[in-house]
């Protein structure tokens, strides 16, 4: 008997490789013991929240006895967050944004999906760099567009302009450019950005529609040795930025979010209108109340990322002595190897068997490397340095 929509049948074909490797990890653990398993697989910061989220949970506590203390509110979230995260923001972008251009979200994800289901037509396409997120085909699938991955450069992953002009057409209604990447680590350079937008503002007079740049960027306080994240607010007209404080705040299943369209945009204030809607009719129906209130205390606040950029060094070296070849990640939380043997999925089956677990890089639209994420404790990644080295010499 057929349960599922013939489209859900598929997309859960596709994501079968993390689901699959996600599976064998819970059957190592319960196998092996969670403390012989070294997994890498997935985004989750395990860093305690800031302490000044602790303080704005206690101080919420304190107004629990208030009528609708824990009630519905407008659709994008309360008046006194959208504001005090426009004054944030303004800073951070350095543009001048006000509560209206500011829409709070069920995460960067419900974010990405109430832009898509206000701005795309029945087969639109929507352009991401390849490799890129995993879930972009279905936030813009969800909504009646298509997904189309361009390649980056070849070994750098750095933007290609080339391959994007050429893959612009008159259906192309938004490019999403996540910077600091998952899964490479890559971060886009002012340059590489300025030319991008001179090449979307140059597309998008030809076709008489502009195509939005939707900037996705809730690892952007995570860049390491100084590297520049260019805010990109003040350089289209068109430009949204889609964020959260899953990984800032170490707080991703509060699911708090936002949207934040730049106050050049002519009619953003049709396309606000369009937002608040999708929030509430795709069934989010309002970003959460406490993850708002968690948010207003703790903005400007953010996890220690010298944790992280500790990590990465510590796996850098590991992977380095194990002989791999691979880029030092400019931001983020992953690394992005070659896959010894060229075969990334039978190279992530190896990495199992040494009891490591990685997501091959073709589940990013990246065959041929594979993904680390190093949101884990330091000694787990120095536990990993045996099991990695034999699984390297395997390919040798
Ligand atoms: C590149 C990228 N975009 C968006 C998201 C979604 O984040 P959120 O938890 O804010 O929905 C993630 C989560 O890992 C991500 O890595």
């Not at 008159?170 to 090449?199: H, K, M």
Request: net charge negative; aromatic share 10%; charged share 20%.
């Amino acid at each position: 008997m057929e349960l599922l929509s013939a489209a859900m049948a598929d997309n859960i074909g596709k994501g079968s490789m993390i689901r699959r490797m996600f599976e064998a990890g819970i059957a190592l653990k319960r196998e092996h013991g969670e403390e012989a398993v070294c997994d890498f697989s997935l985004g989750n910061p395990d860093l305690p929240p800031p302490p000044a989220v602790a303080d704005g949970l206690r101080s919420l506590l304190g107004g629990m006895d208030k009528p609708f203390a824990l009630g519905y509110m407008p659709n994008g979230g309360f008046d006194w967050a959208r504001n005090a995260l426009a004054v944030h923001l303004s800073g951070e972008q350095g543009v001048p944004l006000t509560g209206g251009e500011v829409i709070l979200t069920c995460g960067a994800a419900g974010g990405l999906n109430s832009l898509f289901k206000a701005i795309l037509n029945p087969g639109d396409q929507v352009l991401g760099i390849a490799p890129y997120f995993v879930e972009y085909g279905a936030y813009v699938g969800n909504h009646g567009g298509v997904f189309r991955a361009v390649p980056s450069r070849p070994e750098t992953f750095a933007l290609d302009l080339d391959a994007l002009d050429a893959a612009i057409t008159p259906e192309t209604r938004a490019l999403i450019l996540n910077s600091p990447n998952n899964p490479t680590g890559q971060v886009y350079s002012r340059r590489e950005i300025t030319d991008l937008c001179a090449l979307l503002e140059r597309r998008s007079a030809r076709t008489g529609r502009p195509i939005f740049l939707v900037a996705d960027e809730p690892y952007r306080f995570l860049a390491y040795d100084g590297v520049e994240v260019p805010a990109l607010l003040p350089l289209y007209p068109y430009a949204i930025v889609a964020s959260s404080f899953s990984k800032n705040l170490s707080m991703p299943g509060e699911r708090i979010g936002y949207l934040a369209l730049s106050p050049r945009m002519e009619g953003r204030e049709d396309l606000m209108a369009g937002l608040l809607l999708a929030n509430r009719i795709l069934g989010f129906v309002n970003p959460p109340v406490i993850g708002q209130r968690l948010m207003a205390a703790a903005l400007g606040s953010q996890v220690d990322a010298g944790v992280y950029e500790r990590r990465r060094n510590a796996m850098a070296e590991v992977l380095k002595e194990a002989g791999y070849e691979f880029l030092l990640p400019k931001g983020a939380f992953y690394f992005f190897p070659r896959a010894p043997g060229g075969d990334d999925v039978a190279f992530a089956d190896t990495l199992r068997r040494h009891l490591i677990l990685g997501v091959s890089g073709s589940a990013f639209g990246g065959p041929g490397y594979f993904r680390l994420a190093f949101c884990v404790e330091e000694a787990v990644i120095y536990r990993a340095a045996p099991g990695l080295r034999a699984a390297v010499r395997e390919f040798a």
